[in-house]
């Protein structure tokens, strides 16, 4: 489909990337202005690896990050972002990087580097889908940074158990320019999207949303293949979602995602707070 436009929240998202340095090792974050109780997970995820992609040669793509959330983030003021620079090896660079607000920190996350390198390849296959047709996306869809269909949607309108999977065709709601960094934290952003619902599915039904307290508690992301040279955040991309195991009030998680083309480009994994108030 082509695209000619970004929607507003998208625009807004991008200008939230593009971080305030304050010294060689530290930047400063904002948040989106309309956004109240807690700061949505990918976002500062997302801050935290531009943060470290600013620290290292242009080369060296992200390939793994690993993270936890520690606090809630308070959308009414900045966050600060302290990157340590661990280990600049000769393929591979890592950086540490603390998330801080009111002085505390509320994100931490460990970030590997690589060059490009070739070697053996193989991959899981994607599953037999396709995108949407643009016809069939509401509106009202085409106003967040990203576009979502979830393909299993029909199903999910009632409340019983599901099996614990989930596939969604996703993609930027606009244009993104030829910039691989940019690509890799937008798409950082989105993978925490949907990661925690999974584990609900083969429990809907047996608990009120709102009696139930959930939070995402870590994240961990590799990236099998560069940005633009290999994938795009504004061309369609599939999660493949499932959640092996719930237990102990946490939802453990795992995601792939994939290109229209069939091409495995990134894994997700991530467990989330599941209590019962």
């Given at each position: 489909?082509?695209?000619?436009?970004?929607?507003?929240?998208?625009?807004e998202l991008i200008?939230?990337?593009?971080?305030?340095?304050?010294?060689?090792?530290?930047f400063r974050a904002?948040?989106?202005?309309?956004?109240?109780?807690?700061?949505?997970?990918?976002?500062?995820?997302?801050?935290?690896?531009?943060?470290?992609?600013?620290?290292?040669?242009?080369?060296?793509?992200?390939?793994?990050?690993?993270?936890?959330?520690?606090?809630?983030?308070?959308?009414?003021?900045?966050?600060?972002?302290?990157?340590?620079?661990?280990?600049?090896?000769?393929?591979?660079?890592?950086?540490?990087?603390?998330?801080?607000?009111?002085?505390?920190?509320?994100?931490?996350?460990?970030?590997?580097?690589?060059?490009?390198?070739?070697?053996?390849?193989?991959?899981?296959?994607?599953?037999?889908?396709?995108?949407?047709?643009?016809?069939?996306?509401?509106?009202?869809?085409?106003?967040?940074?990203?576009?979502?269909?979830?393909?299993?949607?029909?199903?999910?309108?009632?409340?019983?158990?599901?099996?614990?999977?989930?596939?969604?065709?996703?993609?930027?709601?606009?244009?993104?320019?030829?910039?691989?960094?940019?690509?890799?934290?937008?798409?950082?952003?989105?993978?925490?999207?949907?990661?925690?619902?999974?584990?609900?599915?083969?429990?809907?039904?047996?608990?009120?949303?709102?009696?139930?307290?959930?939070?995402?508690?870590?994240?961990?992301?590799?990236?099998?293949?560069?940005?633009?040279?290999?994938?795009?955040?504004?061309?369609?991309?599939?999660?493949?979602?499932?959640?092996?195991?719930?237990?102990?009030?946490?939802?453990?998680?795992?995601?792939?995602?994939?290109?229209?083309?069939?091409?495995?480009?990134?894994?997700?994994?991530?467990?989330?707070?599941?209590?019962?108030?």
């Open positions: 489909m082509t695209q000619t436009t970004a929607s507003n929240r998208l625009s200008g939230l990337l593009d971080l305030e340095r304050i010294e060689k090792n530290l904002h948040h989106p202005a309309d956004r109240s109780g807690r700061l949505y997970g990918g976002q500062i995820m997302a801050q935290a690896l531009m943060a470290a992609i600013r620290t290292v040669p242009e080369e060296r793509s992200p390939h793994s990050l690993h993270g936890y959330f520690l606090r809630p983030g308070d959308p009414s003021v900045p966050a600060l972002i302290d990157v340590e620079r661990i280990r600049d090896g000769r393929s591979f660079t890592t950086r540490r990087v603390v998330v801080i607000q009111h002085g505390q920190a509320i994100f931490n996350m460990d970030a590997s580097f690589q060059i490009v390198e070739s070697g053996l390849e193989h991959q899981d296959e994607m599953p037999a889908m396709v995108p949407p047709p643009e016809r069939k996306i509401p509106q009202e869809l085409k106003q967040p940074p990203f576009l979502e269909w979830r393909v299993e949607h029909k199903a999910f309108k009632e409340e019983s158990p599901q099996q614990p999977r989930q596939h969604i065709w996703f993609r930027s709601n606009g244009p993104v320019a030829d910039d691989p960094a940019l690509h890799a934290c937008l798409l950082v952003y989105e993978s925490d999207n949907a990661l925690l619902s999974t584990a609900r599915l083969p429990h809907r039904g047996s608990f009120q949303r709102e009696q139930m307290q959930m939070a995402s508690l870590d994240h961990a992301m590799w990236f099998h293949h560069p940005a633009v040279s290999d994938w795009r955040v504004d061309g369609w991309l599939l999660y493949a979602l499932d959640s092996p195991s719930s237990s102990a009030a946490r939802g453990y998680n795992r995601g792939e995602i994939f290109t229209e083309s069939g091409r495995l480009i990134a894994s997700t994994m991530q467990e989330g707070l599941m209590r019962m108030r």
